[in-house]
């Protein structure tokens, strides 16, 4: 098993060029918890409102978080448990361990490094790694920084399709000559939530910091609107991604895609229909319509309602080792965070994301071998403990 002590001896596995020297973790810091309560004194109101707020009364932001703590380990005992390993397989690698970083926005107006800073870390760490559409720092350089590393894990793009299906070929085919593997469109999206604390505080971007990605997309065209239409269903909405454009999409690429923000039964079932390479089960953790399920509550009907070999990830309130475990039980194949690794980086940059990236696989490991599983194809539904 992984050492839980003696984190500071990870330190050079990541120093790398491109990054500044890199800062100590902060007293006191030894749990995910701590790295969120540590990043409140290190961003700004603004910062904070963006990173860590929700939709509407953030009623979903909270179902996220307590529907993993609601499930409850039936662990078994005496289980042979030497040699174990958290590998597992996925869209034709072997990664080191289930943990991906999910696409994050503006990551620079947590840290000077931003999405660089995440690429080492996670690189490092053997983490997979999805670069937002909306990142602070070009694609390119980001791919440049790790793509060599041969023990990283994956690097995957995520996509918010635009308005330009011109410019859509033309980011699609810089994502792939950057050397990314593969596509993952966000479909839970086709506009923002009611982000109440964004709103409150007037949220607007850090100086310095734009979506770089997006660079030379030109204003959507605005339609002439009439006395009572809907400048939202008859504007805005006018070119927001339907099915027809996943079968577009598959077309312009040669990359494998995974839908992400899947939270219906039906859709996993269409997704699965249209050739998608495998399903993100998300409610965006809780930014975009609030009252949504939690993603563990939907998780197990995702699974049954698609092939048992079918790629399924899931994201969304994920803090502690156990929450990983709980998610391969549901019949995940993988997890993503979000919110922690960005505390980590406003934290202590690429150390901060290298250090919660540890902290859940030594949690994961500590939660197999306590719960008698040797490796992750050895847990089942059964590892849930059901009320008689």
């Not at 909270?62 to 030497?82: E, F, T, Y």
């Amino acid at each position: 098993m992984s050492k839980v002590i003696g984190w500071e001896h990870m330190s050079s596995s990541f120093v790398a060029p491109h990054v500044p020297a890199l800062a100590s973790l902060p007293a006191g810091v030894i749990t995910l918890q701590d790295h969120e309560t540590h990043a409140r004194t290190r961003l700004d109101d603004n910062a904070w409102a963006y990173f860590s707020g929700g939709a509407g009364d953030e009623i979903t932001v909270r179902a996220n978080r307590s529907a993993w703590d609601a499930l409850q380990l039936h662990p078994r005992i005496l289980q042979p448990l030497a040699g174990g390993h958290t590998r597992i397989e996925l869209l034709g690698r072997t990664l080191a361990h289930p943990i991906l970083l999910a696409p994050v926005a503006y990551q620079r107006m947590a840290h000077p490094d931003g999405e660089l800073a995440t690429a080492h870390a996670a690189a490092a760490l053997g983490a997979g790694m999805i670069l937002s559409t909306l990142a602070s720092t070009k694609l390119e350089a980001v791919a440049q920084a790790v793509v060599q590393d041969k023990d990283r894990g994956p690097l995957w793009f995520q996509l918010y399709l635009q308005h330009d299906q011109g410019f859509n070929r033309a980011l699609i085919q810089r994502v792939e000559q950057a050397g990314y593997e593969a596509l993952v469109l966000t479909v839970d999206a086709p506009t923002s939530g009611a982000r109440d604390r964004e709103r409150r505080i007037n949220f607007r971007l850090a100086p310095g910091v734009s979506a770089v990605n997006l660079a030379g997309l030109g204003p959507m065209p605005a339609p002439a609107l009439q006395l009572g239409q809907s400048a939202l269903f008859d504007g805005l909405l006018q070119s927001t991604p339907t099915w027809a454009d996943i079968e577009w999409l598959k077309a312009q690429t040669r990359l494998p895609l995974l839908l992400k923000g899947v939270l219906h039964e039906d859709d996993a079932r269409q997704a699965a229909k249209l050739g998608v390479d495998g399903i993100i089960v998300s409610n965006h953790g809780g930014r975009t319509l609030d009252t949504t399920p939690a993603t563990a509550a939907v998780l197990p009907r995702i699974r049954n309602a698609v092939a048992k070999d079918f790629p399924l990830l899931v994201d969304g309130g994920i803090r502690r080792g156990t929450d990983v475990l709980k998610a391969i039980a549901l019949g995940a194949d993988a997890v993503l965070i979000g919110r922690p690794y960005v505390y980590g980086l406003a934290n202590a940059g690429a150390v901060g994301v290298a250090h919660v990236l540890r902290l859940l696989r030594d949690e994961l490991e500590m939660a197999m071998a306590l719960s008698g599983c040797r490796t992750l194809a050895q847990v089942s539904p059964a590892l849930i403990f059901k009320q008689d």
